[in-house]
């Protein structure tokens, strides 16, 4: 398979079938451009949020969702905010596309815990057998998580609300470390509290308390590494108000503590290629 990749992104593992990519933006705005895709990619934002749009499906991907591109999609992608990026890229063609990505799953799915797991998995990962076989099953749950989606159509939202939701929605993945409340957070977008949390619930799918917890605890994850189990100091950086906070609500999400995941990376990291 001929990948085509951007200069601008790293790739981590290439392969006949499976690529696996790292994108990283210091933090440009942009207006909207526009790219045809070839083959199956998946983008898991870990950092940061930008707009995307295939047809009349329109999100603003942060790191609580996963956004799919099939052969023949017409993608739009804008930058909102200078804020810097961080996304892992999951590529797949030949029989491993067609057995796990069928044509007609939802462009955008939101990640379970147990997804997003797989994901820091495969992002700590170095030997490259494992790598490959990460992103195939971590492309595979995510298409599991799209298949949850309940088929029944829903109504779309207003472009006023969408466009309410995706400030609010842009302000938590950039601000998320700030000591964000619900009243600041909608009057920065220009709504009340009462309007900004009932239309943020309503084109969203949660509510503001529940998403801003979620992208805090998916800061967290891909930093447990580095951490060197200094979980104070990181349970902090990510807007938690105390370590016993951040390890109920990461137990409460994940099903695990932190410092088991922390020990999982380090027994990773020393991983190496034979």
Not at 214 to 230: E, M, P, S, T, Y
């Amino acid at each position: 398979m001929n990948w085509e990749v951007a200069a601008s992104i790293r790739r981590i593992l290439v392969g006949p079938e499976v690529l696996v990519a790292d994108f990283r933006c210091p933090g440009e705005r942009r207006g909207w451009t526009r790219e045809a895709t070839s083959h199956f990619v998946l983008e898991l934002p870990r950092r940061g949020a930008h707009l995307r749009a295939i047809g009349r499906e329109r999100v603003l991907a942060d790191p609580t969702i996963a956004a799919l591109s099939f052969p023949g999609d017409e993608l739009s992608i804008a930058s909102p905010s200078a804020a810097p990026q961080e996304s892992t890229l999951v590529g797949l063609a030949g029989t491993v596309a067609e057995e796990l990505a069928p044509g007609g799953s939802p462009r955008i799915v939101r990640l379970s815990p147990g997804t997003a797991l797989l994901h820091q998995r495969l992002v700590t990962t170095k030997d490259p057998v494992a790598v490959e076989e990460g992103a195939v099953l971590l492309a595979a749950r995510v298409l599991e998580d799209a298949r949850g989606v309940a088929s029944r159509a829903e109504a779309r939202p207003s472009a006023s609300h969408r466009r309410l939701a995706e400030e609010m929605q842009h302000l938590i993945a950039t601000r998320h470390h700030e000591g964000l409340t619900l009243a600041n957070i909608t009057s920065a977008c220009g709504a009340s509290t009462f309007h900004g949390s009932r239309v943020f619930r309503a084109v969203v799918g949660e509510t503001v308390h529940r998403h801003l917890r979620r992208v805090r605890l998916r800061a967290a994850l891909f930093d447990l590494a580095a951490a060197n189990g200094r979980l104070s100091e990181l349970a902090l950086r990510a807007g938690f108000s105390s370590h016993s906070h951040f390890t109920a609500a990461f137990q409460s999400e994940f099903a695990c503590l932190p410092s088991d995941v922390a020990a999982l990376d380090r027994a990773w990291l020393r991983l190496r290629p034979r």
